[in-house]
C-alpha cells in the first residue's frame, strides 16, 4: 500500500500544495499550506485510530487529509471537486489500489461545506478535522485594523483542541476565544454550516457533535 509518509515526501504533490496555498494568498484567504493539511491529516488519523478502526483506514484518513486542497490550485470554487479529480490522477498514477483510490478521492470531493456530505468514515473524519482547524496563526495580515470578518474570527481563537471523550460517544472541539477581535455571533455568522457539517460527520461516526466556546457548551 502507498503510505502517508511517502505521500508526505512527494515532490509533485508539495509543489501542488504550495502553489495552491499561493493562490489563496493572492486572494486574501488564511493559510491553506502544510501546516494546515499537515494538522487536518493528524486529527483525522487521530479521530479513526481513537474510534478503532484499522490502521490501514487511518493512512487513507490521513492522505486524504494531506490533498484535500489540492483543489485550491486550479480555483477556489468547487475546489473539493477539482481536488478530488487532481487527487485520483495523482494516486492512479503512483500506482494506489483502486479501492482505496475511490475512498480517498471521495473523501476529498465531500469536504467542502457547500456540497460535502459523510459519505464514509474517512470522509467524516475528514470533515472533523478540517473544519477544526481554526486558530490564530491561520491569518496572514498583519494589521487588525483590516481584518474581515474571517480574519477576525480566525485571529480570535487563541487555542482550539479536537478530543473525542473516553466513553467514544462524543467528540468536542473547545475554543479558547478573544473576544475583543470577535464575537460568539460572529463565530457563528461564518462557520454555522460548518459546525452542522461536523455534527452530521460525527454522527456518521456513531459521535455526538459538541462546539465549547470559552468553557460554555454552544452546541
Known amino acids: 500500500m502507498l503510505t502517508f509518509h511517502e505521500i508526505k515526501k512527494n515532490e509533485v504533490i508539495n509543489t501542488y500544495i504550495k502553489r495552491a496555498d499561493e493562490s489563496l494568498s493572492a486572494l486574501g484567504y488564511t493559510e491553506h499550506s502544510f501546516a494546515h493539511v499537515t494538522s487536518v491529516a493528524a486529527k483525522a488519523n487521530y479521530i479513526l485510530k481513537t474510534l478503532g478502526y484499522s490502521h490501514h483506514d487511518c493512512e ?117 476565544v478573544d473576544t475583543d477581535y470577535s464575537s460568539v455571533m460572529d463565530y457563528f455568522e461564518i462557520f454555522l454550516n460548518r459546525m452542522i457539517m461536523c455534527r452530521k460527520a460525527a454522527e456518521k461516526l456513531g459521535l455526538k457533535f459538541k462546539l465549547v466556546m470559552n468553557g460554555q457548551q454552544l452546541m
Open 60 to 176: 487513507l484518513a490521513q492522505i486524504a487529509g494531506y490533498l484535500h486542497d489540492i483543489g485550491n490550485l486550479v480555483n477556489r470554487v468547487d475546489h473539493s471537486q477539482s481536488g478530488a479529480v487532481m487527487a485520483f490522477r495523482i494516486l492512479d498514477n503512483l500506482n494506489m489500489d483502486a479501492s482505496d483510490i475511490a475512498t480517498i478521492v471521495t473523501a476529498i470531493g465531500n469536504h467542502d461545506e457547500g456540497t460535502g456530505i459523510a459519505v464514509n468514515p474517512v470522509a467524516a473524519a475528514l470533515i472533523l478535522a478540517d473544519k477544526s482547524d481554526v486558530r490564530k496563526s491561520r491569518v496572514r495580515n498583519s494589521d487588525p485594523a483590516t481584518f474581515d470578518i474571517h480574519d477576525r474570527v480566525n485571529y480570535s481563537v487563541q487555542g482550539s483542541e479536537l478530543t473525542i471523550s473516553e466513553d467514544k460517544k462524543f467528540i468536542k472541539l473547545s475554543l479558547a
